[in-house]
Each structure stands twice: as C-alpha cells, then as structure tokens.
C-alpha cells in the first residue's frame, strides 16, 4: 500500500531507526518468496523501467509496488479516509491515511493471514539477507535496522506511529504539520478502519485480477 504523495516517497526515524509507511502491505500483496519480497520494496527506491540484469521474479513485483501505489491513490476508500480528515493538513492528508493503514494493518494482520506476524517478518528479513545483493544502495543500507528494530511488527504500537509522524514532519522541514494529525488517529479511528477494510478487500481482488491476467 502506497502511500506517498508523488514525487517521492521518503522514510523516516521511528526514534530507533527508519521506518518506511508502506513495507508491510507490499510485502502482504507479494508472492511469499526473498526475489518477490525484494521486488515489493525495491519500488520506492529504483527509478525508471531499465531493469538490466535483475531477476524475472523480482521484476515482477517491483512493477506490482507501482501498479498498488497508483490503484491506492485513486481507489475509493483511500479517498474516502483523505476527506475524513481535516482540510488543513492538504496534501498530508495522503500521508497520514498511509500511516494509519499500515498501522490498521500490523493491528489486524491476523484477519488477513494465517502465519503470525512476527513470523512472517522473521520469514522476511531472512529472504531479503538472502538476496541483498539485489536491493539498491538505500535499501540495503536500511536492512539491519530494519532487522534490528523489527519495523515490521512495531507498526502495531501507537507511539510508533506518533514518532513516525514527528519525524516525517521534520524530513519535509515542518512544510506540513504531520505530527499533529496523530490527533486525527483517534478523532476518526472507527471510520478510517471502515475504509481501511473496504480498501483490503479492492485491493486484494485487484492484485487477484493481475495475476488471473
């Protein structure tokens, strides 16, 4: 699940590491394999469709992060959760619907998977470690915190993701007021896990339709 407003999509300093918004639901929609897992995250950080010598398997599912990203911003209960918040925040509000979803996400993770999520990330960094040679520059540097730090799990607690909103604000030099939008969290929660569970079902048909394609 995307979900950073374009052009970019940076990470941020969780207070013990950086923390991207969007490997959990990536790696959720990706074929359980290191290649497809590597894929799934490398979309944010490799530019341009030239992909040289890189594995099908991975190929596959960086253009797969791509086509989510672009179904994530159009779909909508993604726009649905945008209006719920307040107007103030403008374009942020993209950003705060992509933290509350992979927060919603690691909460909920036993609805929509069998493996426990502790084991399912235990499962992912040993792929990744095994493939490193494949992920660009940035990824493979955030690889042992990321292991160390256990992103994958600690997306569940709220202070997580208070930090997380603190600390974006700050990489994009205070332009918007993220770390105030916590409060948003809480003002709209049932709503937005409505959305958010409205969204996993479309998503997860469509990602079934690209692969019955």
Not at 57 to 65: A, N, W
């Amino acid at each position: 699940m995307p979900i950073w407003p374009r052009p970019c999509k940076p990470t941020v300093d969780a207070g013990n590491g950086s923390l991207s918004m969007n490997y959990l639901a990536h790696l959720y929609f990706s074929d359980p394999r290191p290649l497809a897992w590597a894929g799934s995250l490398m979309g944010d950080f490799f530019k341009g469709s030239r992909f040289g010598e890189l594995p099908d398997d991975l190929i596959v599912h960086l253009r797969l992060h791509r086509r989510l990203d672009t179904f994530t911003l159009d779909s909508p209960p993604f726009q649905a959760s945008r209006r719920r918040l307040c107007p103030s925040f403008g374009h942020g509000r993209s950003i705060l619907v992509d933290v509350f979803y992979d927060h919603f996400l690691a909460c909920q993770w036993h609805h929509y998977a069998d493996q426990p999520l502790p084991e399912f990330a235990h499962d992912v960094y040993c792929g990744l470690r095994a493939c490193r040679s494949y992920l660009p520059h940035r990824l493979r540097e955030q690889l042992p915190r990321m292991i160390t730090n256990d992103w994958l799990t600690s997306y569940r607690q709220e202070e997580v993701v208070e930090r997380v909103l603190i600390r974006l604000e700050q990489r994009l030099n205070h332009r918007i007021p993220l770390a105030r939008g916590y409060e948003q969290l809480h003002r709209h929660r049932e709503a937005l896990e409505q959305d958010f569970t409205d969204f996993m079902a479309a998503a997860t048909d469509y990602v079934e339709s690209i692969r019955g394609s």
